[in-house]
């Protein structure tokens, strides 16, 4: 998960790093107020993912409340690599003397984390690549001196992030502290495999798109389970995303129509009882397909998941599986024996099935 500037600046806060003061807003209105609280220096910043907005005209340092009125106006709506601004950050002006850069990035090729530090940091970074200082982090023990350095390293395993950027890490004047570091952007992309070590906070950072969901998708998303509701009247078991998405295909093929589907890879078969009670709750569902396909994934572990949850919710749809790979011959024994059901041989047979069971048509 890629956190927006905002949200990548409060986990910054958390950790001892100081940001700007700022106010998050949607409007040229609120960006007003915002900078007659914070300023009247401000500066008006674009949230989207991409980089490089400051080139792109979408970061704004102004001096009076009217200027960050404009200024909001104009960078709202703005395209910036391809994502409309709907949402931008109005942040008190700080007196910059220096712009550092500072990250710490798994590098794939090392398997390791690798900090980068630079004095020459700023919006000009790209060219500025060989003033660089790489030190890769070794399995144990690096004795950081820079307490910045130090703070984020920390930060980075503990939050299990595959990416924290600081750039500008500025050195501004302070009236108060003298000369202060402060975090005038940051980038912070968390490991969404390591999601379920951080349960509460990928829920509150993904507000978002929880608020968008339907309440069953909320329900599941609370469990670590993945469900989508569609309007089709076929719920879907499938293990992994790819197969999940040919299912969905496969079954519009077939003339069929998904009522939603959940991704059960993984370690969610252990949670097969409740996966099968939110998919079969929709009121529209009127035939099940399960969709297994193991490589690493084993057949015969997920199989046993679903036909427990099966035997202790006793539902009253009809059930197609197709199982194919790693265990799939004691997976289809038991769906014989504990179900009483054929599985179908191939994953076409199983689909046709369960577009025909929806129409109401025995198999
Ligand atoms: P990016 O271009 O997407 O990386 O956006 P940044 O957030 O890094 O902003 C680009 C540049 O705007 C920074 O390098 C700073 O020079 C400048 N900038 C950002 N925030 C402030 C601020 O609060 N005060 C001042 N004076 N300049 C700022
Ligand atoms: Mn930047």
Redesign the pocket.
């Known amino acids: 998960m890629k956190l927006p500037?905002h949200k990548a600046k409060a986990l910054l806060a958390e950790n001892g790093i100081r940001i700007?003061r700022g106010h998050v807003v949607d409007s040229a209105e609120g960006a007003r107020a915002a900078a007659e609280d914070l300023g009247p220096a401000v500066?008006v910043?674009a949230q989207v993912a991409s980089?490089?907005?400051?080139?792109a005209g979408?970061?704004a340092?102004v001096s009076t409340v009217e200027e960050a009125a404009a200024a909001a106006d104009r960078i709202l709506g703005m395209e910036l690599a391809g994502e409309i601004v709907t949402t931008i950050l109005i942040?008190?002006?700080?007196?910059?003397v220096e712009?550092h850069y500072v990250s710490i990035a798994v590098d794939p090729s090392l398997g390791r984390p690798v900090i980068m530090t630079s004095d020459q940091?700023?919006?000009e970074i790209e060219s500025m690549t060989s003033t660089i200082e790489h030190t890769v982090v070794p399995v144990w023990g690096l004795e950081l001196t820079d307490p910045i350095t130090a703070t984020l390293l920390t930060a980075f395993d503990e939050l299990d992030a595959l990416l924290i950027e600081i750039?500008?890490l500025?050195v501004v004047r302070d009236v108060e502290a003298g000369r202060e570091l402060v975090a005038?952007?940051a980038k912070i992309e968390l490991d969404d495999a390591a999601a379920f070590r951080h349960v509460e906070r990928f829920a509150e950072l993904d507000e978002d798109e929880a608020a968008g969901g339907t309440e069953r998708e909320q329900a599941a998303a609370e469990i670590g389970l993945r469900l989508i509701e569609l309007d089709g009247d076929i719920a879907v078991l499938a293990n992994g995303a790819g197969l999940t998405m040919a299912t969905m295909d496969a079954i519009v093929y077939a003339g069929g129509a998904p009522a939603n589907f959940l991704e059960i890879g993984g370690d969610a078969y252990t949670k097969a009882t409740p996966a099968l009670e939110l998919v079969l709750s929709q009121p529209n569902v009127k035939s099940l397909l399960v969709n297994f396909c193991g490589a690493f994934a084993r057949c015969d572990v997920m199989t046993a998941g679903v036909i427990e949850a099966w035997t202790a919710l006793e539902p009253d749809v009809p059930i197609s599986f197709s199982i194919s790979g790693t265990g799939q011959d004691e997976a289809r024994d038991m769906v014989r024996s504990r179900l009483n059901i054929e599985p179908y041989p191939t994953m076409a047979e199983a689909v046709v099935a369960a577009v025909g069971a929806a129409r109401g048509e025995q198999a």
């Open positions: 500037e700007p500066a910043k980089g490089g907005r400051g080139k979408g970061v340092v942040e008190e002006a700080l007196d910059i712009e940091g700023g919006v750039n500008p500025a005038l952007d």
